[in-house]
Structure formats: structure tokens, C-alpha cells
């Protein structure tokens, strides 16, 4: 299919629907992507050709292991499904083709711009990513066993699932992805399953096998090889084929996060009587410190690492851990800690912002403005892939692939941002408040035990619960912009605070910004606002330098940047467009690039091997005209020597010259041929002794020349 818009509509059915959407297409589309593909149409199935296309399609590798694909590619296809299978651009962005090509992605012309669309069963399959939540339901399915997946198509398709798996889920996802349905399923459950459900979400969402059966109170045991095995009958089967408890190898069952959120919806309302007490303290009295630090907007660190990242010298290999030294000269750079700044660059790659697609203003992170950047940065260390505070080594990605199982620090931090929420909205609390709020928290107990299965499991030390609380509040958020930090950091603690950008973020609003636009406060400092958007800004990495990084960005655009810009082949007009998408150009800027831009003549480039220098015109004559010498030098040549031809070697030319009398020196000292080239009888020159030492040998021939 040529990368152009193409309608989706079905006539009735899901637009997400992978053959839904084939047989909206266009027969001449249709029938080049099966040319394209190869795809061999039997007409003696039951089936038409579509169908038998979106089998074809599903089978290729490319969606199961994006890492096949080009990093542009794979970057938008990890955006698209984080927009949950349809994403609205402005223009056609970089990595689109190679996706419009396999089948995988589809576009069409809307009122808002274009829309590309994932088909559920290519989103039904992709691997998880950092930026993406480990337990979300689209991540849990994504790994589960064929068994597994073949029971939830079958359930929610009212018959029995057939391969290809992933067309057949197709319609479970309809209901899946769909918050309210999904509600109306949970409280269809028969009351047995009901409590097996809340009875697992009470102890944190994960339980293994054996506790399993102890739960739903199975009496029936089945050993296998890696242990207790669950039947497949019973209250634990009727969720699972209902992708409400996921099992995962080899002995764990997990609720995904959106049906935890449902089900503990009515316990985390009863959690509000059990900490009266501690609220009252809190709320009674004035906690305010005397003196107080400021979390900055974490939007301005992450565009600065980002722009500081595509300098000379920074090289950051994708899938493995941000270099150290490199983190400890940005910190040195920008003044800042150096966990701040580690936490803001495994963020900050988790959304791709450090990735090349980045500087196209045509599909997210590029799109955004720099204001909205803090709230996908908050959106994805919420969800826990990048970022780990359970871990010795907090970057996800510093973790060897096989151990980046994730830790249960998706509950510690809902623990943490509701306790926020309940004791510091607008006012100051104590940490020691805030620690014992948490310790009596009845969801401790269930987290320290999945924190100790996780340690055991993937060989880390898991630290106490209440330590990794206090790296998230004081550690995490501020550097988050979501905490204020004040006092004195003494054994209590300092105290906290919800910033205002921070309510807004967990109210669901969006932030207050200044809107002013950047602007030049100097001639050659630009000043990055919040409403800039972030690919123009990137747009200015080869010719603008970062020089400080606070409430905004200041970039420093001096004339020799500039030079060295356009003499790297930017063009003036190209330049002049990235700087005036950002900010209206001074005076001083605006006529270097109009003088930079003027053409007073042509150069012609000649290669050549060396310039041969003759002050006598004769002898420079005698070589330019005789053979065997002339074929080695250029024509012209320009005044009082000789240009030698690219593939000439010094070796070679001694060798010719001194065949015909001329000497060639070099420093002052004379070059000799280290081997001596037979020539025909009538141009052989009489023979000389060699030279012992670094005079010239005493002859009647032509003046020396100089090389």
C-alpha cells in the first residue's frame, strides 16, 4: 500500500479490526500490499481475500520483535499503542513508511489532521516497553502462554478460539480496553469469584500458585514440574479466562492494573476512617518550615539532557543503561544532583525524547510543547518501567534483559501519591507523619511479601518498605516536580509539600504555564518558554549551545556556531526557519544570515596528489610537455609549479623527474627512487652515481627544483 491516507471505515464493525480495515480498503491498495508481501490468495477457501491477508500479516516477525525494525519505526509504534491503537498527527512522520509497507500501521485523513491506526491484533501482541506500566493489561497478555490467551478469545467470542490467536482476540480486547465495559463485567462475577478477586488485590495483586488454591479454597493439588499446578476449573480458571488474573510463568498470577483499580475502588474509600488520627495531627497544626527548596519544572532538565545528549561525545547505545560518566558531567554541567539527573534521563528515553524521531514536530515527543513534557514524565514513572527505586541501580535498562522483572512499586507508589493527596493538599507535613501514615497502610504487609518473591527471584537485596517510600517522596518526586522540600534534613526528616503543578497532575488538570513566547534577552542568548514546542527546539542543536538550564532554557547562538553551521552545508534560509520557529529573530542574528547567505563567486575543487614547486619556467615547461612526465601532473597547473594528479605516489614521481635531469628536494634534502624503473633506449638517461650525501651530485643538468 503507497503511504497515503486510506479510509477504515467498516461499514458496522471495529475499525481496529485488522480485517475490518483490509476489506475498507481500496482494491488497488489491497492488492499491492499483497503483491508487496507476497501473499499467496487461495480462491478455494471459505474465506475471502482479506481474511486471509490479516492471516498472513499477524505472522510476521516484525510486531512480535519491533527491535527488527529501524529505531524511528519502532518509536512511533510504541507512541501509537501507548494512544491506545489510533494516533492523531499533523503530517506523515519519520518511520511511518516502513510500517505503511508490512501492514502493520494504517492512515487516514481526518478533520484534526491524519490518524494512524494500529489494529487490535498487531497491539495485542507487542512487547512491553520502559515506557509502559509491566502490569497493565495490554503488557500482561502480550506475554501470556498460548493456553492462556486461547481461553480469554474463547470466552469473549462465545466459541472456540482458532489460530491465528491474535485475530481471535481481537474481540476480547473491545471489551477489554473499554473502562466502563469492563466494569460492567467485573460486577457481573459470581460472588465467590468476586472475593477471590479482592482477596488477591488485598495482598497486592500477585500471589503464586499454592496461595492461590489456598484462597479459592481448591483442595485438588496437581504437581508438575515447576510445582503446584492451578486446575482448570474453579474460581481462579473463571477469571483468568475473563483477563482478570493473569498467570505468569512459572508459578504467579497477577491482576492487571486496570481491574486492581476497579476492584480496590471501595477498600481504598474505607482506608479513609483508619487514618483519622494521623489526618487530624497533620491538618491542626502549621508544619511550615522556615526555609524551603522549590522542586523546579522537570520538563526544562529533560529538554536540556535531550539537547545536551545529541552534542559530539555523547554516545548512549539504545537497550542498555545511560553511561555514568556520562550522567556525572551532565550533573557537573547543569549544576544539578546527580540522581536528578539520572532519574530524568531513564525517563526521558523511555518516551523517546532522546531518540532521533524526537526532532520531527509530527508525532509525540516532538509534538508536545515543552510545558506538557512534565506530565508524561510524572505518566511514565508512574507506570514503573524506566525507573525502580527498589533496585540498587534505579535505571531499569542497567538491569541485564532477563532481570528487569518489575518490582511491586506500582503499589508503594499509589501508597505514597494518595497519602499526599489525603494529609499535604496545600500544607506542609512532617515525614514522620508521613511514615507513620504509611506504616499503617493495611497494604504493607501484602507489599513486603511480593518485595521479598521479587528480590528472591531476580537476586536483588530488596530494601524495607518504608526506606523505598522515602526515596520515592523524597527522592522522586521532588526531582518530579510534584514535592516541595522544606527544613532541615535531621533525623524526623523534612517536611513536604504538593507543589501546584504536583495537585494539578493528580487532580487530572493540566498545570498552569506562563504562555509568553521565547524570546532573545541578549543578542546571542535565546530564552526557551514553556509554549515552545519541543522538535523546534531540538531543530537548533547544530548551531546553538545550552548554557543554563532553570525555570527556562537559555541558549547561546554565537556567530562562530553559526559559521561552523553553514559551513557544514546548512543553508542560511533553513537556519533562519529553525530560529524563527522558536522566537522572532534580533537584528544583529538576522544580518549575519543575510550576509552569510551572499555569493560573491565559485570555487572549482581539483584533487590532486601535491604541488610540485619549479621557479625556473623552462624546466616547469620541460615537465609539463615531456614525456614520460606529463601525464603526471594537472592542466593547468597554476603559475610557478605543478599540481599532481590524485593517484600519484612520490615514489613515482622521483623516479619520472630524474629521467628527464630534473632532481626533486623536500626540506632541503634530496629525494632518491628506491627502485629504478627499466625505460625504452631512446628516452634512458645517462647514467649518474648515487648520491652519498645531501648535496646535490654535480651535473650539467637543468636547475634543481623544489618540492
Not at 513508511?97 to 485523513?109: F, H, N, S
Not at 499535604?424 to 504487609?445: C, F, K, M, Q, T
Not at 552569510?596 to 570555487?603: H, L
Not at 625504452?680 to 654535480?698: C, L, M, V
Request: one cysteine or more; glycine letters at 8%.
Amino acid at each position: 500500500m503507497d503511504p497515503e491516507p486510506a479510509s477504515d471505515e467498516t461499514g458496522g464493525g471495529s475499525p481496529r479490526r485488522l480485517d475490518h480495515i483490509l476489506r475498507a480498503l481500496p482494491d488497488s491498495e489491497l492488492a499491492a500490499l499483497i503483491r508487496r508481501l507476497g501473499i499467496r490468495i487461495d480462491t478455494q477457501k471459505r474465506i475471502d481475500a482479506p481474511s486471509q491477508v490479516a492471516r498472513a500479516l499477524v505472522g510476521i516477525p516484525d510486531v512480535r520483535d519491533p527491535s527488527r525494525l529501524q529505531a524511528s519505526s519502532r518509536e512511533l509504534l510504541h507512541r501509537i499503542a501507548e494512544a491506545g491503537g489510533a494516533l492523531v498527527v499533523p503530517t506523515l512522520p519519520s518511520g511511518l513508511e516502513p510500517l505503511v509497507a508490512r501492514g502493520v500501521v494504517y492512515a487516514r485523513k481526518i478533520d484534526e489532521g491524519i490518524e494512524l491506526v494500529l489494529p487490535t491484533a498487531f497491539l495485542v501482541q507487542l512487547k512491553s516497553w520502559e515506557s509502559e506500566d509491566p502490569r497493565a493489561l495490554r503488557a500482561l497478555l502480550s506475554q501470556a502462554s498460548f493456553e492462556t490467551v486461547s481461553a480469554v478469545a474463547a470466552h469473549y467470542l462465545g466459541r472456540p478460539a482458532t489460530p491465528p490467536i491474535a485475530l481471535s482476540l481481537e474481540a476480547a480486547w473491545e471489551t477489554l480496553c473499554d473502562t466502563a465495559r469492563l466494569q460492567s463485567e467485573v460486577e457481573r462475577l459470581a460472588p465467590v469469584e468476586r472475593r477471590l478477586l479482592e482477596a488477591i488485590e488485598a495482598v497486592g495483586g500477585e500471589v503464586d500458585t499454592q496461595e492461590l488454591l489456598d484462597l479459592e479454597r481448591e483442595p485438588m493439588r496437581l504437581r508438575g514440574a515447576t510445582g503446584i499446578t492451578a486446575s482448570r476449573r474453579g474460581a481462579g480458571f473463571a477469571l483468568e479466562r475473563r483477563a482478570f488474573l493473569i498467570p505468569i510463568h512459572p508459578n504467579r498470577h497477577v491482576i492487571p492494573t486496570e481491574i486492581a483499580n476497579i476492584v480496590g475502588a471501595e477498600r481504598r474509600k474505607a482506608r479513609e476512617a483508619r487514618r483519622a488520627q494521623i489526618r487530624s495531627f497533620v491538618l491542626e497544626e502549621d508544619h511550615a518550615p522556615r526555609r524551603a527548596r522549590f522542586a523546579p519544572d522537570p520538563g526544562m532538565l529533560a529538554l536540556g539532557l535531550a539537547y545536551a545528549v545529541r552534542e559530539p561525545g555523547s554516545d548512549v547505545r539504545p537497550g542498555v543503561g545511560t553511561p555514568r560518566s556520562l550522567l556525572v558531567r551532565l550533573a557537573q554541567r547543569f549544576g544539578r544532583d546527580v540522581e536528578m539527573v539520572a532519574l530524568s534521563a531513564a525517563v526521558s528515553r523511555a518516551i523517546g525524547l532522546w531518540e532521533p524521531s524526537a526532532a520531527s514536530a509530527a508525532t509525540p515527543p516532538g509534538s508536545l510543547a515543552v510545558h506538557e513534557l512534565g506530565r508524561v514524565l510524572f505518566d511514565t514513572w508512574r507506570r514503573g518501567g524506566a525507573w525502580d527505586e527498589a533496585r540498587p541501580e534505579r535505571e531499569v535498562l542497567r538491569a541485564a534483559s532477563e532481570g528487569r522483572e518489575s518490582s511491586p512499586i506500582g503499589a508503594l507508589r499509589e501508597m505514597v501519591i494518595d497519602a499526599l493527596q489525603e494529609l499535604g493538599e496545600g500544607r506542609w507535613v512532617p515525614w514522620a507523619s508521613l511514615r507513620g501514615y504509611l506504616a499503617a497502610d493495611d497494604r504493607i504487609g501484602g507489599v513486603e511479601r511480593l518485595l521479598r518473591r521479587w528480590g528472591d527471584r531476580t537476586s536483588n537485596e530488596a530494601p524495607e518498605v518504608l526506606e523505598i517510600t522515602r526515596r520515592i517522596a523524597l527522592e522522586s518526586l521532588p526531582a518530579l516536580g510534584i514535592i516541595d522540600l522544606g527544613g532541615d534534613d535531621l533525623d524526623d526528616g523534612p517536611a513536604l509539600r504538593l507543589t501546584p503543578r504536583g495537585r494539578a497532575m493528580l487532580a487530572g488538570t493540566s498545570p498552569s504555564f506562563d504562555p509568553s513566547p521565547s524570546h532573545f534577552v541578549e543578542t546571542q542568548i535565546l530564552q526557551i518558554a514553556p509554549s515552545a514546542r519541543i522538535a523546534h527546539v531540538l531543530a537548533l542543536v547544530p548551531f546553538a549551545e545550552i548554557t543554563r538550564i532553570g525555570d527556562k532554557v537559555d541558549l547561546l547562538l554565537a556567530p562562530s556556531s553559526i559559521a561552523r553551521a553553514l559551513s557544514a552545508g546548512l543553508e542560511s534560509d533553513a537556519l533562519r526557519a529553525r530560529i524563527e520557529a522558536v522566537a522572532k529573530l534580533p537584528e544583529g542574528i538576522s544580518q549575519m544570515l543575510i550576509q552569510a547567505s551572499v555569493v560573491i563567486g565559485r570555487a572549482s575543487f581539483v584533487p590532486a596528489a601535491g604541488f610540485l614547486w619549479v621557479e625556473d619556467a623552462e624546466i616547469r615547461e620541460l615537465l609539463r610537455t615531456r614525456r614520460p612526465a606529463s601525464e603526471l601532473f594537472i592542466d593547468p597547473s597554476p603559475p610557478s609549479g605543478l599540481l599532481l594528479a590524485p593517484d600519484v605516489d612520490l615514489e613515482r614521481l622521483v623516479r619520472r623527474c630524474r629521467a628527464l635531469g630534473v632532481e626533486v628536494e623536500c626540506d632541503g634534502n634530496l629525494l632518491r627512487a628506491r627502485s629504478v624503473t627499466p625505460m625504452p633506449s631512446s628516452q634512458e638517461a645517462p647514467s649518474r652515481a648515487p648520491s652519498t650525501s645531501r648535496g646535490r651530485s654535480r651535473t650539467p643538468a637543468p636547475r634543481t627544483t623544489r618540492s
